[in-house]
């Protein structure tokens, strides 16, 4: 920690540009296992060489730059995560009602929400914000109770994932080994010798149903867990959601279907319930967890409603 702030004050010193409106870039040095905290001298060079002004703000704590963002006075118009989707994903909760500019340069572990942007890596990342490309986008805004009795409200701009998703993308950010798919695939495979699902009734268009629960993705985008296409259906500026709901299904069976969702092409299983809404309903038999953005927002949850919340955020996409 000692040798992150050392960087930070540095950096802050002698790296801080005067140009009217800069950049605020929002770094979590801890993301991508820590690796982001080694990659942001060259960063900063990327963007220097591209004469893009910039404040830097490195996070020191899960929320962090979630307060950042919401302490900017409203003069701020780009913001820039450096991080992973969790680190987008506090940006995006702070940015509601602000006039801000959403720009990503990838450094997480997954990075679904970069390339869904079509943004591979950093220097991409700088490329769309000295092209200001600029994308209008939905975001949705999620309502949990848990079995705690407490009230959960978070936004979310790519995926939330209930049950055994939330489960697998909880286990990677305590430990993560390497980048993209593989630290998800390794926590899969640990979450299944132990994992069960639950009774579940889900509202979607007026209509109920009573099922089972494995796993269920609701997707503005299409990927998560750093490759598994769970909802590929999705556009993120089309007003609707897409949910993925996996019925109560067994291991043998699982590891049969997991390869096709590298593909998206698991719609025709029969355990898989694909339905496209603005607004989905959820009631749990027994608490599972709940992510937003790959982040863990409810551990307990019992019941949950989602809803698009259209044309809310402003972004910077691949030129």
């Not at 002698?14 to 001298?41: C, D, E, F, Y």
């Not at 978070?154 to 697998?168: K, S």
């Not at 969702?261 to 038999?285: N, Q």
Request: net charge neutral; charged share 20%.
């Amino acid at each position: 920690m000692q040798k992150t702030r050392y960087i930070t004050n540095e950096l802050i010193r002698t790296m801080q540009h005067t140009i009217a409106k800069p950049v605020q870039l929002i770094i979590n040095p801890h993301s991508a296992g820590g690796k982001t905290a080694t990659r942001v001298h060259a960063i900063l060079r990327l963007l220097e060489g591209r004469g893009i002004a910039f404040t830097p703000h490195f996070t020191e704590r899960r929320g962090h730059a979630q307060e950042l963002v919401a302490a900017f006075d409203g003069t701020v118009e780009t913001v820039v995560a450096v991080g992973g989707d969790g680190t987008i994903n506090e940006i995006i909760n702070a940015a509601a009602g602000k006039d801000i500019v959403l720009g990503v340069i990838p450094s997480g572990t997954g990075n679904d929400f970069a390339r869904l942007l079509g943004l591979r890596d950093s220097e991409a990342g700088v490329a769309s914000i000295a092209a200001r490309t600029e994308r209008l986008l939905d975001t949705a805004l999620i309502r949990i109770e848990t079995g705690s009795g407490r009230s959960i409200h978070r936004r979310f701009i790519n995926t939330m994932g209930i049950g055994f998703d939330a489960a697998v993308a909880y286990r990677v950010s305590r430990k993560a080994f390497g980048a993209g798919v593989l630290p998800y695939l390794l926590a899969v495979f640990q979450e299944l010798r132990s994992f069960s699902s639950v009774r579940a009734s889900l509202t979607a268009d007026g209509d109920t149903r009573d099922t089972t629960l494995f796993l269920a993705t609701v997707g503005n985008g299409t990927t998560s867990g750093g490759g598994f296409i769970l909802s590929p259906l999705a556009v993120p500026d089309d007003g609707i959601l897409d949910l993925c709901l996996v019925r109560d299904v067994g291991i043998l069976r699982v590891l049969s279907v997991l390869p096709k969702t590298f593909r998206g092409a698991h719609l025709d299983a029969p355990e898989v319930l694909y339905v496209r809404s603005k607004e989905f309903g959820i009631r749990l038999s027994s608490p599972m967890p709940v992510h937003a953005d790959g982040e863990l927002i409810a551990e307990d949850a019992l019941a949950l409603s989602v809803s698009v919340d259209p044309a809310s955020a402003r972004v910077l996409v691949a030129p």
